[in-house]
Each structure stands twice: as structure tokens, then as C-alpha cells.
């Protein structure tokens, strides 16, 4: 909040005119430096969790079948990516109006993940479910 209490505070003072939303103005880094910082220490928090998760699945106590414990990092990973806002390091230092279509399909395609464990978790459970229902029809007798 206060990014922006300072952001609106610079542009009311020394640059009001027109659309604010403009990337050549020089006090857009007002705005911008902070989301950077913010991404890079988002990045480094990652690093650190997608480290210590490697080292919990490499610890003597877990089976030694390899091949599932590196799915289970890598499912971990996957999760973590966009709700750590990785993907955003990618294109963090890109000015805004490059690259457009690139970072719409790549914040999709990461986002994606999420909505489809998600959709997969719920089908699952309504299949079982609907499965259970079936069988519960079948074994009733019902009269009109």
C-alpha cells in the first residue's frame, strides 16, 4: 500500500497528464522496482522451499525407490511454481509491451497446472461417487 501511496504521490506531482499506465515515463520504476523485488525474494523463498523438500525426500527415513521419490519433487515443484510466482521471473525484466503473447501462454500453461490437479481431484471424487450411487440404484427396488 505504501508503493503505492508513493507511486500516486510522484505522478500527481511531477507527471499527471495522460494515461498513467505509460511505460516510457521514467517514474514507472516508482511501481516497478518494488514488484521486482518483490518477484526475486518470491524466487529465492522457492529456492530455499524446493531445496529443503529435495533434502526431506533424500532423507534415510523414505524407501529408496528413486524414480518416486524425484516424481514426488517434481509434482512438489510444479505446485510451488505458480504460487510462488516464479514463472514471473522469466520475464520480469522484459519491458511491459514485449512479449505479450509469450507471457500470456506461459502464465497459462503454469496456471493451468493448478486447474488441472484440481479438476482431476474433484472428477475422481465424483466418479466414485456416482459409482456408489449406481450401485445403491441397483440394489433398490422401486415402485411407481
Known amino acids: 500500500m505504501l508503493t503505492v501511496c508513493v507511486w500516486v504521490v510522484t505522478r500527481l506531482q511531477y507527471d499527471d497528464h495522460g494515461c498513467w499506465d505509460d511505460y516510457s515515463s521514467s517514474y ?3 511501481i516497478k522496482a518494488p514488484i521486482l523485488l518483490a518477484i526475486f525474494v518470491n524466487f529465492l523463498i522457492f529456492l530455499n522451499v524446493t531445496r529443503m523438500l ?4 533424500r532423507s534415510p527415513d523414505i524407501s529408496k525407490n528413486y524414480k518416486q521419490q524425484y516424481m514426488r519433487l517434481t509434482k512438489s515443484t510444479l505446485l510451488l511454481i505458480p504460487l510462488f510466482g516464479v514463472h514471473y521471473v522469466v520475464f520480469a525484466l522484459f519491458p511491459e509491451h514485449i512479449g505479450v503473447d509469450a507471457r500470456l501462454y506461459f502464465e497459462l ?3 493451468s497446472y493448478q486447474v488441472q490437479a484440481e479438476i482431476k481431484r474433484n472428477w475422481g471424487k465424483w466418479q466414485s461417487s456416482m459409482e456408489s450411487n449406481v450401485f445403491n440404484m441397483a440394489t433398490q427396488d422401486f415402485t411407481a
Open 109 to 111: 500453461v503454469l496456471g
Open 28 to 30: 514507472w520504476w516508482v
Open 54 to 57: 529435495a533434502q526431506k525426500i
